[in-house]
């Protein structure tokens, strides 16, 4: 069953990230390595963050992160990503990846995250956001 990837009102349905995975991104079951859709997704996230905080920001953690279904050699994938919880110098990101299969007639989502970033200063030390 495909779970089609839906609008919402807090997320946008433009793409912050498409990629396609390489060769060297498969395991031996033929799936993409966790690790290289992690790294994708901070990319994703990083760049939502920096836009907040105007300036420079650094991954501190990632509160929830579900791979929900095996993303494929031929997958094109597209991240989303939007802005869930703000605080006074850090933010969670939502992060939502999808795979779209069999020449685009195919959506899934195969994997959703929570990562929170935080501003930093000149020092590379947190500091507020600016007004929202």
């Not at 105007?54 to 509160?63: H, K, L, M």
Request: hydrophobic content about 40%; proline content about 8%; charged content about 25%.
């Amino acid at each position: 069953m495909t779970d089609k990837a839906t609008a919402t009102p807090d997320c946008p349905r433009d793409p912050i990230l498409r990629v396609v995975p390489h060769p060297a991104d498969i395991n031996a079951n033929g799936h993409i390595f966790g690790g290289w859709v992690l790294s994708q997704m901070d990319i994703a996230g990083g760049i939502v963050a920096g836009r907040e905080a105007q300036g420079a920001v650094a991954t501190v953690a990632i509160e929830t992160m579900e791979f929900i279904a095996p993303i494929l050699l031929r997958d094109i994938i597209s991240i989303y990503a939007h802005i869930e919880r703000r605080g006074r110098t850090s933010m969670a990101i939502r992060i939502e990846v999808v795979a779209t299969r069999d020449g685009g007639r195919t959506e899934e989502r195969v994997t959703e995250g929570l990562f929170t970033f935080v501003a930093l200063d000149d020092h590379h030390r947190p500091r507020p956001l600016p007004p929202a």
